[in-house]
């Protein structure tokens, strides 16, 4: 990735800047056969993903296509994600037990289970 181009975690500041209903999510989603720690947006029942798109797309297919779970996400709201930008300087992840690495050959959460995280 060219630091030219933003993060997906940067990414999210555009929609939870625009939409008050908006919930900031950084999870695990696996993609070209690796795990990756990623960052999108949901609202209602849609998914804002500007890494992937600049429509927004179907949270069930997104969520089936990406195997996206609730143990491998963290979930903001709108206040709690600009709170954290201001507290930590940067737009995510914030949760580091669970966003270990940017990337995992493994499931993260059978990584996390056996230690090997740390």
């Known amino acids: 990735m060219s630091r030219n181009q933003p993060s997906a975690y940067e990414y999210c500041l555009e929609p939870a800047s625009e939409n008050s209903e908006v919930e900031v999510v950084h999870g695990w989603i696996f993609k070209d056969e690796k795990w990756i720690a ?3 947006c949901e609202f209602a029942d849609r998914v804002i993903d500007l890494g992937q798109s600049t429509h927004s797309m179907d949270k069930f297919n997104y969520y089936i296509t990406n195997r996206v ?9 709108r ?8 507290d930590e300087g940067h737009f995510g992840p914030y949760d ?13 959460l059978e990584v996390i289970e056996s230690g090997e995280a740390e």
């Open 69 to 77: 779970s609730e143990e491998r996400c963290r979930r903001y709201s």
């Open 38 to 40: 990623h960052a999108w």
């Open 96 to 108: 580091k037990e669970l966003f270990f690495a940017e990337t995992s050959d493994r499931d993260p």
């Open 79 to 86: 206040v709690e994600f600009f709170t954290l930008v201001g």
